[in-house]
């Protein structure tokens, strides 16, 4: 299969390269900055979502799946989450691509009837403005009536850098827990269970949540 991974050099995208690496995957790792990656058996175009004037559809040619790993921190721009979702349901139709893989956030995730992570006592103050803008790219894809195939896929609270450490599970718009009450995923794993994802092509449009 090939993929295209927009964020690749960042700390989940080249997680979830290096997963589908390892699967034997052809990939695209879409960066703005092609010196990032320094694979040689894995082509690099330099592309960036923000920039309108970049054509989305030049740089997943080729393309099967579209894994999205966007962030804000760069540029402190956390309207990105929502650009970036219009811009794929607006511009992956015209492309070789019918399917996009999204990697979300906990935030929007419940905790209680109509209650999300994000609006908890101790939710990060850091990092609450990312996870609203990821909430909202979220509403972007569920209010959409595009024939776009896409998931979103939500990690456990705490994302954290790790090897591969236990099986995961899957649930929908509940936050996981474990026997202990906490809610943890490493990266590898939540790698694996996004490329578990693209390879089976299960949950169409909806939004999932992996943790352990």
Do not use: C
């Amino acid at each position: 299969m090939k993929i295209a991974i927009v964020g690749a050099a960042g700390w989940v995208g080249n997680e979830v390269l290096q997963e589908a690496k390892r699967r034997g995957h052809q990939l695209i790792a879409l960066v703005r900055d092609p010196d990032k990656v320094t694979e040689t058996d894995i082509e690099v175009r330099k592309f960036d979502i923000t920039d309108a004037n970049s054509s989305l559809a030049k740089a997943v040619s080729g393309a099967e799946v579209i894994v999205s790993s966007v962030s804000g921190r760069h540029d402190g721009d956390q309207t990105i989450f929502v650009k970036a979702a219009q811009r794929y349901l607006a511009e992956l139709s015209d492309t070789d691509a019918d399917r996009l893989v999204w990697v979300g956030g906990a935030g929007s995730l419940k905790v209680a009837p109509g209650v999300e992570l994000v609006s908890s006592v101790d939710f990060p103050e850091d990092y609450k403005a990312e996870a609203l803008g990821m909430g909202r790219a979220l509403e972007v894809f569920q209010s959409s009536n595009s024939g776009l195939n896409w998931t979103f896929i939500s990690p456990a609270a705490l994302l954290f850098p790790g090897e591969k450490q236990a099986p995961y599970r899957v649930g929908k718009d509940q936050l996981l827990t474990d026997e202990q009450g906490e809610s943890k995923i490493s990266v590898a794993d939540y790698a694996v269970a996004l490329m578990d994802v693209v390879e089976s092509n299960l949950y169409p449009k909806q939004r999932i949540g992996v943790a352990y």
